[in-house]
């Protein structure tokens, strides 16, 4: 992996127990966003819209995506990407399948604008450069992904973390609830979610929302995914990814 400022480190993450709340409320950290995610209710800085997608939409889509052909989803190798690429490889910490959506792609990015421009935009009072194409997420029994952060890894050398990939917000659709098992988990702030159907969660990128898809037990969990990234904020590749669908010239 390449060093130096083209991956910035981290500040670390979390806070004391009972230090300052990152969220600026004054309150202890165990006794604000902890306290929230142990009780059950949202903390700071995950989104979450029920019903973004109402349930005869996604009950049509679950219907034609149910008898597609999937394959192994590969995760991001982060000891053999650098700046110019981005390499990916089988890893046994995420065993889930990408379903191939052929012509639903146009339906599944529409969402994912429209998720953009009405909710996420709104909430965070910036603009996006773009995101990244959406696809599907099929969990069978089984199927998980263990804690992680979408744009960071740790440096072992630094023991701290840094930013290597620009994706500054993390969005997934849910498109159904038909299934045991599979929450998605906030390590940091002890907050677990079962989802449901037509359900729009998203939130930071960085290694501050580490999330872990916990294992399914029965059933089929299907969501759409995508990340996107701030107009303004700092690039650590040369490029956008190859994935990007540009949002503003």
């Not at 149910?66 to 110019?84: C, Y």
């Not at 450069?129 to 630094?158: C, M, N, Q, R």
């Not at 159907?197 to 059933?219: C, I, T, W």
């Amino acid at each position: 992996m390449t060093d130096g400022p083209d991956f910035p480190l981290r500040e670390p993450f979390p806070p004391g127990r009972s230090a300052p709340c990152f969220c600026g409320s004054g309150r202890r950290f165990k006794h604000c966003c902890v306290a929230a995610g142990r009780e059950g209710r949202v903390p700071h800085g995950i989104g979450v819209v029920p019903g973004f997608l109402d349930d005869a939409e996604c009950r049509a889509i679950c219907d034609e995506l149910k008898d597609r052909p999937s394959e192994r989803l590969l995760a991001v190798d982060h000891q053999r990407s650098n700046a110019e690429r981005t390499v990916r490889r089988l890893d046994d910490r995420r065993v889930t399948d990408r379903v191939e959506v052929g012509e639903l792609q146009a339906r599944l990015d529409g969402w994912i604008e429209r998720a953009l421009a009405e909710r996420i935009g709104p909430a965070t009072g910036r603009e996006f450069a773009w995101y990244e194409e959406p696809y599907v997420l099929k969990y069978s029994p089984g199927g998980f992904f263990v804690s992680h952060a979408d744009s960071d890894t740790i440096d072992p050398a630094a023991g701290r973390w840094k930013k290597v990939l620009d994706r500054d917000i993390s969005l997934l659709i849910y498109l159904n609830d038909e299934y045991t098992g599979g929450r998605l988990d906030f390590e940091h702030f002890e907050f677990s979610l079962r989802p449901k159907a037509g359900m729009l969660v998203f939130f930071p990128s960085d290694m501050r929302y580490q999330h872990a898809a916990r294992p399914v037990e029965s059933g089929q969990r299907f969501a759409v995914v995508s990340w996107a990234a701030f107009e303004d904020s700092e690039r650590v590749k040369t490029n956008p990814p190859d994935e990007a669908i540009m949002l503003r010239a």
